[in-house]
């Protein structure tokens, strides 16, 4: 059974890059889509983007000047790059596995979230 | 890309029917049977129970249920028990994007 585990500091300071790592375990992460997104203390989800094995990306128009995912399926991680973070940033970081269900993908296999605070 | 446009919060009695509503436009909802939803409880991960709008994943009791007509989907839980109580998101596929809805905190009385 696919399990993902997020990573990373828990702290960032303002106008630095949020830099997060998911591991996934259980199973292997080539040949998937693999996702990031987010939720703000009391608000609700919003999705960064998504990342395939391959290297293509896509990612949330809103986001995507400062955004990167990337991938290493050397150790089945994929990581999440945000700069110029800002208190708007801080936010529980999901990371998720997109499965294809027929039609399209959907995010089925989630991590338990980590929390990132964007402070001085 | 805005977020689609839920109820705040809905409530209803065990054993009742609630329905939660999911307003988009015809570039997300509309356009696309790729409507799903995930559960939240609190200090959890989202847990998908529909998607393609109607179809349930393996494990998801039957009475949740899913419809869409024209711009807004919906999420109808029949029978409610005590364990319903969540928080609800829409997602919606929105040309290899994908957008949510702002939640909906479901209250079981």
């Known amino acids: 059974q696919v399990q993902l585990q997020e990573s990373g500091p828990g702290l960032v300071k303002p106008s630095e890059t949020l830099s997060l790592t998911c591991t996934v375990s259980?199973?292997?992460?080539?040949?998937?889509?693999w996702s990031w997104i987010r939720q703000p203390p009391g608000k609700g989800l919003e999705w960064i983007g998504y990342?395939?094995?391959?290297?293509?990306?896509n990612y949330n128009p809103s986001l995507k000047s400062r955004v990167t995912i990337s991938v290493d399926t050397s150790k089945n991680q994929f990581s999440l790059k945000l700069s110029s973070v800002t208190a708007a940033d801080t936010a529980v970081y999901y990371c998720?596995?997109?499965?294809?269900?027929?039609?399209?993908?959907?995010?089925?296999?989630w991590g338990k979230g980590t929390t990132v605070t964007v402070s001085s | 890309q805005s977020a689609l446009t839920q109820p705040r919060s809905v409530s209803g009695s065990p054993g009742q029917s609630v329905t939660i509503s999911c307003t988009g436009t015809s570039s997300d909802v509309g356009g696309y049977n790729y409507v799903s939803w995930y559960q939240q409880h609190p200090g959890k991960a989202p847990k998908l129970m529909i998607y393609d709008v109607t179809k349930r994943p393996s494990g998801v009791p039957d009475r949740f249920s899913g419809s869409k007509s024209g711009n807004t989907a919906s999420l109808t839980i029949s029978g409610l028990q005590a364990e319903d109580e969540a928080d609800y998101y829409c997602c919606s596929y929105a040309g290899s994007y994908r957008v949510f809805g702002g939640g909906t905190k479901l209250t079981v009385l």
């Open positions: 990342i395939h094995t391959s290297g293509s990306t």
């Open positions: 259980g199973g292997s992460i080539s040949s998937d889509y």
């Open positions: 998720a596995r997109l499965t294809n269900y027929g039609g399209t993908y959907y995010m089925d296999v």
